[in-house]
Each structure stands twice: as C-alpha cells, then as structure tokens.
C-alpha cells in the first residue's frame, strides 16, 4: 500500500454503531412506574390539555386505556393555580376527591398528596377539600404517605398548618435536615412548604437582630452543604433580615457578615437587580444599597491601606469616608487592579465565597492602579491609589465611567479630560486643597465632554465594547 493510500484510508470515518435503546427503554419505563407521581410541570398549553382531556374522560365516564400517570399529572393540572377555581372543572375536583375516598391505589393516593402539598392555600376551598379526602384516605395510602403524616400531622391542616409547624420548626437545630429526615420531599417548595416559610419568617423576624438568630435563619435558606439557597418566598426572607435595622444600625461586623452573606446566597443586585431582588421592598433595599456603599468604600480603603505606604493615602481615605458617614455618596464601585485583585482574593476574600469575584471590577490598562467609582448627587467621581488623579464627570456624560461594570480602563478615564475643559480633575498634593475642590465640585456645574464616543466597557478578560451601560440583568 502506498503512503497516499494509507492517508486516504485513515482519513476515511468509519461508520458509527447504532446503540441498542432497550435496556435504557426499559430502564425509563422502570422508573414511570415506580415513580409515577412525579410529573414534569410542562407548558401553559400541556397542562391544559391535560386538563380538558381529564374533564372529557369524567363527564363521559370513559376510563378504557387510561394511564395512571396520566391522571396524576392531570390532577396536579386541575388544582393548579390557573384551574382550582374554574367552574367549568368543577365536577372534575369533585371527581377526584371522592374517588380518594374509595381508591386503594398507594400511587393515586401519593400523586393526590403531592397534588395537595403543592397547591396548598390556607382556608382555600379546594385545599379543604383536599385536606378532607387525604385524611380519610390515609390509612389506604402507602407506606412512605403514612409515614410523613404521622411524622409531619401539622400537613392535613388545611387552615394552621403551616404556622403551627413553623413553630416546631423554631425548636429544630437544622430545620432543613429534619424535615428532610421526617419526609418531606422538598422543604423549599412551593404550596405548604412556601407558606411555612412565610410563617417562620414572621415569626423569627423580631429576633433576627442577634447573631445567633440570624445565623440559625440563614442555615435554613441554604441548609449546609447545599449549593443553592431558598428562592421561593426569598424576598420576604431578605425584608426579614434586614428589617431589624430599618431605624438602628447593626455594629460594623454584623452587618458586614449579613450584606456579604445575602450577596453570597443571591448574587448582588446591583448587578443582578431582577430574581429574587425584584420583589424587595424600596425601603429595605435603600438599606442594602447603602450597606454595599459602606463595604466597597471599606474594601477599597483595606485593599490600597495594604498596598501602599504613601503619606499621602490616609487623608484621602479618611476623607472618602467622611464623606460615606455624611451621606454624600449614593453608591461607589471598586476596580482592582491584578496586583490588587490577588491580594483580596488572598486575603480579604473567603475561598469558598459564592460570587466573590463580581463583587469588585477589574482595571486592567496599569498593574498597581485600583480605582473607586462612586456616584456622588449628579456626579460620577474616580479615584485612584498611588498618584492617580481624581476625575469628576456629570453623570450624563457619555465618557463618564458607569459603575457596576466588569473592568475598566484607568488610561481611558484619565484621557477623558482632553475632551473637556480644565478643571474636571485634580492630583492628591495638596490634601487640603484637594478636598475643598472634591466638595467644591459635588455642587459644581462641570460641562459634558465634547467627544459623543462612549465610554469602553471593558470585560475582565481584557475585550473591549463601546457601551456605556453596566452589566445589571
């Protein structure tokens, strides 16, 4: 064989096996029946159809070649929030309790549980109805059902439960772990689950100004060594923890350890403003905001006091702080340089902090320059460590730096001043006169830059895109 044809034959690919799907058919099918009650929610439109195919087989009292599953994802569709009180399936809810008053299917009996739990509204017709069927049922239902009856008796309460296994719930060391242990699938769910929450969160609340209290909360939104917090009532959780401080002010690790704790079970809603961010009330999140001001002035301060020994540095950091405490400034972004960035995450930032590294911005144009971008009234004011000038913009100007970007280039800020008159910036000699211009300049009028080109927006990867906007979803 030639060379040209040994390259023609290991280039060729050989044609790929068809795998045998049977055992894994089988396998699927295994689990269908073994766990039938478990549905896939499916779309607005699938639940539906589920539905009116659910009502059309009661009204013609045609059961020939109907599946077990389907009746129970059927069911799930009928006491949903769309349909529980739709008229017109009426006869279909009825249907289906009584028929939990003769069925001797542990299947059926579990689907209808879960249905229950899941669609749970206190003092709600259809819970009651449901509550009501369940509990005669019961002694029918299959082993794994009694169990958690027994155990959990507070789920058949179609009007207290919730409450009064809140207050069993205050006495448990772990919450979370315990209900898990007694049976209850997902503690976190939607329906029962969701209005206990609420019920231990309005309980707790008034004692969420100590630290073990506080502590104890937070393991039941995100259990230990679980990835992912509560997100179901998680707004109403997070009102809870700040609540407390709506007319006081918690010592300064305390509320550092709640701020930092909140970012690290949902992110920072500066940059990720919807989720669970989106149903907190104005009140509590101005105090959120306000707190995230306090830290990232503070986290500036820490990072540029370790890594720089000017005498010049200690004026100015007090002076930023002064003017924190006086309430001049409305929000303020940190950009660490790479020299800067690896000293945090080394020492300032806990290894195993979930979104440790959008906290902060990344300037990437100089290796020991960090920056602090802060929002002052109508002004965005840049401030940089060693002898980075201190640069004023009206907010409005499109070369002026936004906050809460990835990265950001300190070059470009500095070269923004070629675009406006003199004045717009100043160095750190003079502290003295330095900080008479600073307050001077909150209330100045300072001209928008002659260049209409945006300011970069810089990735932490180094890419640039013209675009003035942050990266809040």
Not at 153 to 168: F, H, M, Q, S, T
Not at 206 to 213: A, K
Not at 247 to 273: F, M, N, Q
Not at 351 to 370: C, H, L
């Amino acid at each position: 064989m030639s060379l040209s044809e040994a390259i023609r034959t290991v280039g060729q690919p050989r044609p790929l096996a068809v795998p045998d799907l049977w055992d894994l058919i089988k396998a699927a099918d295994r689990v269908r029946q073994r766990w039938p009650d478990v549905q896939a929610a499916g779309t607005a439109q699938e639940r539906e159809a589920l539905a009116q195919k659910l009502k059309d087989r009661v009204e013609r009292d045609d059961w020939d070649n109907t599946r077990l599953s389907f009746v129970i994802a059927a069911t799930a569709a009928v006491f949903d929030l769309d349909r529980r009180d739709r008229p017109d399936l009426d006869r279909t809810r009825e249907f289906l309790c009584a028929e939990a008053g003769a069925s001797t299917s542990e299947t059926f009996l579990s689907g209808l549980l879960r249905t229950y739990l899941d669609s749970y509204v206190p003092n709600g017709a259809h819970t009651a109805a449901l509550a009501t069927a369940l509990r005669g049922a019961t002694p029918r239902a299959g082993a794994t059902a009694r169990s958690l009856l027994k155990a959990v008796p507070e789920l058949l309460d179609p009007k207290n439960g919730p409450g009064r296994l809140a207050v069993r719930m205050l006495q448990m060391p772990d919450p979370h772990t315990e209900l898990s242990r007694l049976g209850v699938r997902n503690p976190h769910g939607a329906g029962f689950m969701n209005h206990t929450h609420l019920s231990l969160t309005e309980r707790i609340r008034p004692n969420l100004s100590e630290r073990e209290r506080i502590d104890w909360y937070i393991g039941w939104l995100r259990p230990p060594g679980r990835e992912e917090a509560l997100t179901i009532g998680a707004d109403r959780a997070i009102e809870a923890l700040i609540h407390p401080w709506l007319y006081t002010h918690p010592g300064g690790e305390l509320r550092t350890h709640i701020v930092e704790t909140l970012i690290e079970l949902y992110g920072d809603p500066r940059i990720r403003s919807g989720g669970v961010w989106a149903g907190v009330d104005k009140r509590h999140m101005a105090i959120i905001h306000r707190w995230l001001t306090r830290e990232d002035i503070h986290f500036f301060t820490g990072v540029v006091d370790a890594n720089q020994d000017s005498h010049m540095w200690p004026p100015r950091r007090d002076f930023w702080l002064e003017l924190y405490n006086e309430g001049r400034i409305d929000a303020a972004w940190v950009a660490l340089s790479s020299q800067a960035l690896a000293y945090a995450r080394q020492h300032l930032m806990r290894q195993d902090a979930k979104n440790a590294d959008t906290r902060v911005g990344f300037q990437r144009a100089r290796q020991n320059t960090s920056l602090l971008i802060m929002n002052i009234g109508n002004k965005i004011m840049v401030d940089g460590c060693h002898s980075y000038r201190t640069h004023v913009f009206d907010q409005d100007d499109p070369m002026a730096p936004k906050l809460f970007q990835e990265g950001y280039d300190c070059d470009e800020i500095m070269h923004a001043s070629d675009h406006r008159p003199s004045g717009a910036s100043k160095s750190h000699s003079s502290i003295p006169s330095w900080s008479r211009w600073v307050r001077d300049m909150i209330n100045a009028d300072v001209p928008l830059s002659r260049s209409t080109r945006p300011y970069t927006k810089v990735s932490r990867s180094g890419s640039e895109t013209c675009s003035g906007r942050d990266r809040r979803a």
